[in-house]
Structures are given as structure tokens and as C-alpha cells.
């Protein structure tokens, strides 16, 4: 079970924050603005656990945080054996980071920590390794490794995918991300009527096959032999997919291509910054009608969505998926005036929230 908390809903001047626990001790934080670390502690979030940050862009809002999570991170008493924390951002990030490591490196911290610069327009991930021991800290550059289909993490059963938005700033690169999991679902009355016994190869044979995209694969029968089995007969995959868009002042064609990119969410956390009516709208930021296309337009008709359910205190328990949390919502605008104009757009498809600090869902 997924379940994505929104320690801080960036909006009304707050700071921008989610945190995803896959359920497998694998953790993930999209953007770490001011609060990030002290509302992961309120909310009983082991910031040691983290071990993939994701930031749209440098601004503050997004990126403050970073230092405490970072100390929060770590382990001190594990000297042999550091954390490793990798982080992932677009150009420009590691100059940032090095300058925060030389000005507040002030706590006994045990990380390996690797800034991966994302470039999707080079098609590269430029990674440098900061040796993090206790007060000092060694830079190392590591080799630039190319990007296939904007994939910029991939554990095999969890994918994250990157795409490049404008914040309508030529000096503040930003992105925006999909995170997917893929699961296996067996089916193992093909398997058996086959003549194959289940055990470990379905963990590993089996998964690798399918997340090969393999035809065949020849499994062990019971009695010694081999056997042919048609992958995906034997198993299929299940993905669940949150998308974070936020920060950017896009034209007609950038929400076409967003809503390709975030298409099959099944849950979607969307920047809703103003409305068409605000007097003076921002030139960086979308307004609640832009975020609505996007999320209308990524609906997926033949997908089996997950359920969701939230927690009490924000909504009734189970809500219809897909879900569209609305964040990022400006300080000079009425929230009841972003739902109306995004509930205008997206009617019955998505079910749709404004967003919270600490609101928390569980995708089933
Ligand atoms: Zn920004
Ligand atoms: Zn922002």
C-alpha cells in the first residue's frame, strides 16, 4: 500500500512538501520546503528512512528544508556504515547544495550523499558525490549517465519520471514528476496447469521477465524439466501513480503534454494558484482552470484505479479515485473560488481536494 502525506500544501505562503512511503522501508520526499523536517517529526515520519529527495526547483519554498532533513537524515553513531541519500533536482542544484554543506555543516553527519543534476533536454543525469564524515565533507565527481524516457529512478518495481515545465524564468530550471509502482499480480492456475510448482523464480525470474518485457520464459517443472511460459499470461502488472506538478505558467501545448505525462494517475497533487477572475494573475504560476485541464485530460478510461482513502480529519474516510489534491494556492485568492473553478472543468472524472498540511492518503 502506498500512502502519500502532504506535510505542507505550499500554499497561503506556506511551503510545499510530500512525502510517499511505499510500505517496503523505501521513502520518498518531493521538494522539502522551511517545515518539512519539524511536521515529519509531528507526524511521527522518520526523516532516517528518507532516502530519495525529489526537488521541482531551487526556490525556497521548495528547497529550504533541505538542510534539516538532511542532518535528520543521518545516523551519527553509525560512523562505518554512512546513510546513502541521493537527491534529485534540475541544473544548478549542486552549486546550491555545496554552498549549504560549506555554511551549515555544523553536526556530526555519516552520509553519502549524490546530487543527480536532471537535464532532460541533454537526455543526461550529471551525479557528484559529497563523502559526508562527521564535520567534513569530500566532493567527488561521478560519471554523467544518459536518460531513457525521462526515467530518472528506477528500483525495478518503483519508476520516477521527470518532466522539465517553465516556471516563465529562464534562471530557474523546474520540474515536475510521476511516480509509479508496479506491482505483479501471478497467475498461477496457467502456472500450475502447466505443470510448474511455484517458488523463488516467481520472485525473481518471473518479476525480472515481466519488467523486461520478455515474451517467454522458461520456468522449472516439477518433474526436472523445463517449460515455456508466456510472460504475460503468467503475470501482469499492477501500477499505482501519483503525479506532483507545481510552479509553472504553462501554454496551451505544455498542458497537453502534461496531461500525457501525467496520464493514469491516480492520484494527482496539482498546483491551483489562482483563479481566471484574479485581478492581477501571476505570470509563474497556473491557475485553477490550467490545473484542471491537465488533470481532466489525464483521466484514463481503461485503467482499474486504485481506492483511496483519507484521513478523517480532512474529508469522509473513502474518496473516489483518481484524486486531484489542489496546492500552491495564493495568499490573495478565496479557496472556495479555486474548487468552483476547477469543479467546473472536471465535474464527475476526478475527485478533487484542496489541499492540506498533514493530509494523508492511502492508495489500496
Ligand atoms: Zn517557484
Ligand atoms: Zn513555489
Known sequence: MLKATLLNDGSKGRHSAIHIDSGDNRNFLFDCGDTTYWKMKEMGI????????????????????????????????????????????????????????????????????FVNEVSLSDKECKTTKYECRDKEFERIECETKPLKDNTIYNDKTKIVKAFDVSHNDPDVPCLAFSFSENKMKVNMRYITKRGVPAGKWISTDLQNALLNGDEILYAPRGDGGLVGLEVRQAASLDTTKISYITDLHPNEQDKEDLSKFAFGSDLIFCEANYTRRTERPSEHHMSAFDAATII???????????????????????????????????????????????DDVLKEEYEM????????LSLI
Open 296 to 342: 481532466l485530460n489525464a483521466f484514463d478510461s481503461n485503467k482499474n484505479y486504485k481506492r483511496i482513502e483519507i484521513d478523517k480529519r480532512f474529508s469522509r474516510s473513502k474518496i473516489k479515485s483518481p484524486a486531484a489534491v489542489l496546492m500552491h494556492l495564493s495568499e490573495k485568492v478565496d479557496e472556495n473560488d479555486i474548487y468552483n473553478e476547477a
Open 46 to 113: 522518520s526523516t532516517y528512512h528518507v532516502d530519495s529527495i525529489f526537488l521541482t526547483h531551487k526556490h525556497g519554498d521548495h528547497m529550504r528544508g533541505f538542510n534539516q532533513v538532511f542532518v535528520g537524515a543521518s545516523i551519527p553513531t553509525q560512523v562505518d556504515n554512512p546513510k546513502i541519500l541521493s537527491l534529485y533536482a534540475p541544473p544548478g542544484t549542486d552549486e546550491l547544495i555545496e554552498h549549504k554543506l560549506e555554511g551549515d555543516y555544523f553536526i556530526r553527519t555519516f552520509i553519502d550523499l
Open 353 to 360: 481536494i484542496i489541499g492540506k498540511p498533514g493530509m494523508q
